[in-house]
């Protein structure tokens, strides 16, 4: 069970747009079409994912997402729902900061998994809670997506294991 709880998933570093205050309701309802209800909508150009409701409408929540070079576009599925996720820096990360442990606790300050996880593609990508608010609306990730922990925590709430992804440009 432990090895299922430790995601390889990337830690995000850099610069963010600013954005709403990190405790506050930063989604909204918004129209939206052209994806069946309960689909997952990441559009990384903008920096939101959209969580779509019916055939008309979605929330929308701001979003960190991949720096240059580490974005990915693509259909995934939710594979599995992890709330205050342990979190294993992949090789990749620990090459770059190798004072980085080899697992970081779940629920710990310095632990970028945040609130809850929803991990895509075997664990090689997540939506994510954050423990640095100011980098959402950012391209600031290994590829991740990143939300505030009040955001992550609702579309936990909203989603299934099998519930469909899609990222776009």
């Not at 300050?109 to 994510?128: D, S």
């Not at 939300?147 to 936990?156: C, G, H, K, V, W």
């Amino acid at each position: 069970m432990f090895r299922r709880a430790v995601l390889f998933v990337a830690i995000v570093v850099g610069t963010a747009l600013p954005m709403a205050a990190a405790n506050a309701a930063t989604r909204d309802v918004v129209s939206f079409s052209g994806f069946a209800p309960g689909t997952i909508v990441i559009k990384t150009s903008e920096r939101r994912l959209y969580y779509v409701l019916d055939g008309g409408h979605a929330l929308r929540f701001p979003v960190g997402v991949g720096r240059a070079g580490m974005t990915w576009t693509g259909n995934a599925r939710v594979e599995g729902k992890y709330v205050r996720p342990a979190w294993a820096p992949p090789a990749s990360i620990r090459r770059e900061n190798p004072r980085l442990p080899k697992v970081i606790p779940g629920g710990a300050a310095n632990n970028p998994m945040g609130a809850a996880a929803l991990t895509l593609r075997g664990g090689e990508y997540a939506i994510h809670g954050t423990n640095r608010p100011e980098l959402i609306g950012g391209f600031v990730s290994h590829g991740c997506i990143r939300m505030f922990n009040s955001d992550i925590r609702e579309l936990y709430r909203l989603v299934a294991i099998g519930t469909p992804v899609v990222v776009e440009q």
